[in-house]
């Protein structure tokens, strides 16, 4: 078979929307959650993981028509980071908390690391998709939904807390969801959930597509209850440095960047 043909026939069987993947790590009984549900998708191009993104968000719900603040119907928030102002954006750091405060929409992030960065929209005149680090990055990765793209810095871990948007009120969320760029190893990148023990709920891997401006989509609901508290990203095997890297390293140190998140409306712990 030639090998472009062989590569479509990867992308079509990992792209499908209702793909189940092993979660490891599941909740012991006193987790009392529902059966996970998961979609993921992986492939060359945005539309390889569009129908899994536009299926996860039916299964959240909440419609099709954005309101306030990244806001479906009560069901479901979205984030695309287009909209954090060009002085949040790069080269300079986004707070953490911009998504509570600022655009309340219920998280607040954290990182090992020492700041996060969305990339620049190309009007602002700084090199779009982390250029400002290293001019690989624009080769390597892809956006989703045009043109901000988000990483941790000086870390490949993101966590992601819930709150009744606005306020410091804990909550919780039924599902989250996040697309990836340029995971070319099916083990670096990852997604975990937690309840509001911090127990471990399980963990979701971020599939892989090898090759430049690839994405990935990931994401779980438990249906019919919101139970996730907290998540922890890990995106990618090597952090984003100005030193970036020839094509060849990028595949085996795995870099990787966020574009989409998509989740549960949080609501508070009862």
């Known amino acids: 078979m030639p090998t472009s043909s062989l590569n479509r026939l990867l992308v079509t069987a990992l792209s499908v929307s209702s793909l189940v993947l092993p979660l490891i790590g599941v909740a012991t009984a006193g987790a009392q959650i529902g059966s996970p549900l998961t979609r993921v998708a992986t492939g060359a191009s945005l539309s390889d993981i569009q129908s899994a993104v536009v299926t996860f968000r039916e299964d959240l719900g909440g ?77 390597i990765f892809g956006a989703f939904s045009e043109e901000r793209l988000f990483t941790p810095i000086g870390s490949t871990v993101t966590d992601v807390k819930f709150f009744v948007p606005g306020t410091q009120i804990p909550a919780v969320v039924s599902g989250f969801g996040a697309v990836f760029t340029d995971v070319d190893n099916s083990e670096s990148t990852t997604i975990r ?32 209850t919101a139970k996730v508290a907290r998540v922890r990203i890990t995106s990618g095997r090597a952090i984003l440095t100005a030193s970036g890297g020839s094509d060849s390293a990028q595949a085996s140190r795995d870099k990787v960047a966020m574009d989409d998140f998509v989740y549960g409306e949080p609501v508070a712990l009862s």
Not at 119 to 129: D, G
Not at 193 to 217: E, H, Q, R, W
């Open 63 to 139: 419609g099709t028509v954005a309101g306030a603040n990244g806001s479906f119907g009560g069901k479901r928030r979205e984030i695309n980071w287009d909209g954090v102002p060009d002085q949040l954006s790069a080269p300079n750091d986004m707070p953490d908390d911009f998504f509570n405060t600022r655009s309340p929409r219920g998280v607040v992030f954290s990182t090992p690391g020492v700041a996060f960065q969305v990339s620049a929209k190309a009007a602002t005149q700084v090199s779009q998709r982390f250029g400002n680090l290293s001019a690989i990055y624009t080769k």
């Open 193 to 224: 959930y937690y309840d509001s023990a911090g127990t471990l709920i399980t963990t979701l891997k971020v599939p892989a597509t090898p090759g430049n401006a690839s994405m990935s989509f990931a994401g779980l609901t438990l249906p019919g």
